[in-house]
């Protein structure tokens, strides 16, 4: 989906795709104001749900992924003028065996970008090696322009609240910001990974966080 639009619904639908699919975005969003996607389930090769520039007013809730890379938003900062990424509530979904569960990327050595008022909610994330991470170094060997230079993508107001669910990697949590740009005000409460039967931990660069609520890890989101 990568057109204008208001006011559209998605619901009880059911994508499949082989595990192994190479390139196989199941739903990508764009240039759309106006979103609910509901009780739905997604198996894929790669992204289950991503989205670019200018999604606005998204929900997305009772849907599960996997296998895939999960919830993707971006890559972001690759092109110049890039509209804001605001204004997305996602809750009450699961990630199962998937390679990322919740994930923002930005390339590093960017153009100029907004991402702001973001929440996940009430999610279940099974197995991933990233369970949730902002990725502000986000890049590709074939992309190596973007390397060395810190992004300019400006995340803020981003809330993680109740998500739980088990790591395949001891660092379960990845907040990575620019360190020209930190990430600000980014809530994490309640949350709860684990890597091999034992707390996981967490590892933040550059992302002023706002710890409300107990969260069983290590590291800086304890």
Same mark, same amino acid.
């Given at each position: 989906?990568?057109?204008?639009?208001?006011?559209?619904?998605?619901?009880?639908?059911?994508?499949?795709?082989?595990?192994?699919?190479?390139?196989?975005?199941?739903?990508?969003?764009?240039?759309?104001?106006?979103?609910?996607?509901?009780?739905?389930? &997604?198996?894929?090769?790669?992204?289950?749900?991503?989205?670019?520039?200018?999604?606005?007013? &998204?929900?997305?809730?009772?849907?599960?992924?996997?296998?895939?890379?999960?919830?993707?938003?971006?890559?972001?900062?690759?092109?110049?003028?890039?509209?804001?990424?605001?204004?997305?509530?996602?809750?009450?979904?699961?990630?199962?065996?998937?390679?990322?569960?919740?994930?923002?990327?930005?390339? =590093?050595?960017?153009?100029?970008?907004?991402?702001?008022?973001?929440?996940?909610?009430? &999610?279940?994330?099974?197995?991933?090696?990233?369970?949730?991470?902002?990725?502000?170094?986000?890049?590709?060997?074939?992309?190596?322009?973007?390397?060395?230079?810190?992004?300019?993508?400006?995340?803020?107001?981003?809330?993680?609240?109740?998500?739980?669910?088990?790591?395949?990697?001891?660092?379960?949590?990845?907040?990575?910001?620019?360190?020209?740009? =930190?990430?600000?005000?980014?809530?994490?409460?309640?949350?709860?990974?684990?890597?091999?039967?034992? =707390?996981?931990?967490?590892?933040?660069?550059?992302?002023?966080?706002?710890?409300?609520?107990?969260?069983?890890?290590?590291?800086?989101?304890?």
């Amino acid at each position: 989906m990568n057109k204008e639009g208001s006011n559209s619904r998605l619901e009880n639908i059911n994508i499949d795709a082989p595990e192994n699919s190479v390139n196989t975005d199941k739903i990508h969003i764009a240039k759309l104001n106006g979103l609910n996607i509901t009780n739905s389930k &997604i198996r894929t090769g790669d992204d289950c749900i991503s989205f670019g520039k200018r999604s606005m007013n &998204i929900y997305i809730e009772r849907v599960s992924c996997g296998p895939g890379h999960g919830f993707n938003i971006g890559s972001l900062g690759k092109f110049p003028n890039e509209e804001p990424l605001e204004g997305m509530f996602l809750k009450n979904f699961t990630v199962t065996e998937a390679v990322n569960g919740v994930r923002f990327k930005s390339w =590093p050595n960017s153009h100029l970008g907004i991402v702001r008022d973001i929440r996940f909610e009430d &999610i279940i994330i099974n197995n991933e090696k990233d369970p949730m991470i902002i990725d502000g170094e986000y890049s590709l060997k074939k992309h190596t322009r973007y390397k060395g230079a810190p992004s300019k993508v400006k995340f803020t107001n981003v809330s993680f609240r109740r998500i739980r669910g088990t790591s395949s990697s001891k660092v379960a949590v990845k907040l990575i910001c620019s360190a020209d740009i =930190p990430c600000e005000n980014v809530e994490v409460a309640n949350i709860n990974f684990r890597f091999n039967e034992e =707390p996981a931990n967490s590892r933040c660069t550059n992302a002023k966080t706002k710890v409300t609520r107990q969260n069983v890890l290590g590291g800086c989101v304890a």
